[in-house]
């Protein structure tokens, strides 16, 4: 249960910048149930009514529960932000971002290393609890820093004590970026040391993996986040699998072009600009045809339509009966990278009761 909403299964679509707009959200419901996170929000761009905040805050008529994902530095702006969410009705349910572990958000303070200052991190998260007049909050974080100062459970402890619905885990730290396998140990050591809920993320590229994650861990649910990058019908699957059944979604070329297509038409409805949807779809084309035996010429050619006529031109030049790549099954999708030394703000380590609001570190630009 999240508040008065049942999750199930229990699945979560993680907030992804430029990916997990509405019209990805509704192609991934219409194929299993779960709770669908939309970009991640600026605490400051949501107070001050950013005009691209504005736009990334949509929902769509029949989405339900509303989830949104507030990122901030701040807890007095965290609460305006959450007062705002409340008497506007914007969302149901309000995630707090405390696991982005780019440089431009860690290098001031934000995301990932702010649980390292815990005071600071507690004041959030009381802040946005406090100021939710009931609706659920919960928290997604990464185990820490880096190895030498992990936060995790401590953090966890933190935040239910502040009255959160329930703890998400992505099981890296900040300093793995995504690299390297996700730490599955972490996970149950965090669900042994809570009462509230814990989610597990990270390295769950098949719903075997959910399943595994759950048997493994004790998790009471699970975050999805790359895995679904060209496979919203990942959520199909993922729904058997947490319902006992074994059928799983193996689409051949035809389909999977039936469902590129039905992407690009989606964000041309939330777009209102065929031009600017079918360039903002390009970014997902490599990842539909991972796997596939379709050309260079032709896939250069997709990743550079800029009209629904031209991508029905391109798509019907796959062969449709082509099967599904067995072989890319249990493979990582989306980003990987190396790990790299976290990027803090001078003398960040030093204290860790510090609840002083980090210098420059709010966004006012939300989407990540």
């Known amino acids: 249960m999240l508040g008065r909403h049942g999750i199930d299964p229990?699945?979560?679509?993680?907030?992804?910048?430029?990916?997990t707009n509405v019209a990805f959200r509704r192609l991934c419901r219409e194929y299993g149930a779960g709770l669908y996170v939309c970009e991640m929000i600026t605490t400051v761009a949501l107070h001050h009514r950013n005009p691209k905040t504005e736009r990334l805050i949509e929902f769509g008529a029949d989405e339900h529960p509303r989830s949104m994902q507030l990122y901030g530095v701040d807890p007095d702006i965290t609460a305006k932000a959450v007062r705002r969410v409340v008497d506007e009705g914007l969302a149901d349910h309000i995630d707090l971002n405390f696991g982005c572990s780019v440089k431009k958000i860690t290098s001031k303070g934000g995301g990932s290393a702010i649980p390292w200052k815990r005071r600071l991190f507690g004041a959030i998260v009381r802040a946005a609890v406090d100021n939710a007049a009931g609706l659920p909050v919960t928290v997604k974080m990464r185990k820490g820093i880096d190895d030498d100062h992990l936060t995790y459970v401590e953090a966890g402890l933190t935040a239910q004590d502040a009255g959160v619905a329930w703890v998400a885990l992505h099981?890296?730290?900040?300093?793995?970026?995504?690299?390297?396998?996700?730490d599955w140990e972490a996970i149950a050591t965090?669900?042994?040391?809570?009462?509230?809920?814990?989610?597990?993320?990270?390295?769950?590229w098949e719903a075997d993996d959910a399943l595994r994650m759950v048997a493994e861990t004790g998790c009471d649910g699970v975050v999805v986040g790359r895995g679904c990058l060209g496979r919203p019908w990942l959520f199909a699957?993922?729904?058997?699998?947490?319902?006992?059944?074994?059928?799983?979604?193996?689409?051949?070329?035809?389909?999977?072009?039936?469902?590129?297509?039905?992407?690009?038409?989606?964000?041309v409805d939330w777009w209102g600009a065929e031009r600017e949807a079918v360039t903002d779809f390009r970014k997902h084309v490599a990842w539909y045809l991972k796997g596939f035996p379709v050309g260079a010429e032709l896939r250069r050619s997709m990743a550079m339509a800029s009209s629904l006529a031209e991508l029905d031109d391109l798509l019907g030049k796959v062969d449709a009966s082509e099967p599904f790549p067995a072989d890319v099954l249990g493979q990582p999708r989306g980003r990987t990278n190396a790990p790299a030394?976290?990027?803090?703000?001078?003398?960040?380590?030093?204290?860790?009761?510090?609840?002083?609001?980090?210098?420059?570190?709010?966004?006012?630009?939300?989407?990540?």
């Open 10 to 19: 229990p699945v979560v679509l993680a907030p992804m910048a430029g990916i």
């Open 171 to 182: 099981a890296r730290t900040a300093a793995q970026r995504y690299s390297g396998a996700a």
């Open 190 to 204: 965090l669900k042994q040391a809570l009462d509230v809920p814990v989610l597990g993320n990270g390295d769950i």
């Open 237 to 267: 699957d993922l729904a058997a699998g947490f319902a006992g059944r074994q059928e799983r979604v193996m689409p051949a070329l035809g389909e999977v072009a039936r469902v590129m297509r039905r992407h690009a038409e989606l964000l």
């Open 341 to 368: 030394r976290v990027v803090l703000p001078y003398g960040w380590l030093d204290d860790r009761d510090s609840e002083a609001v980090p210098d420059d570190a709010e966004h006012d630009d939300s989407g990540g």
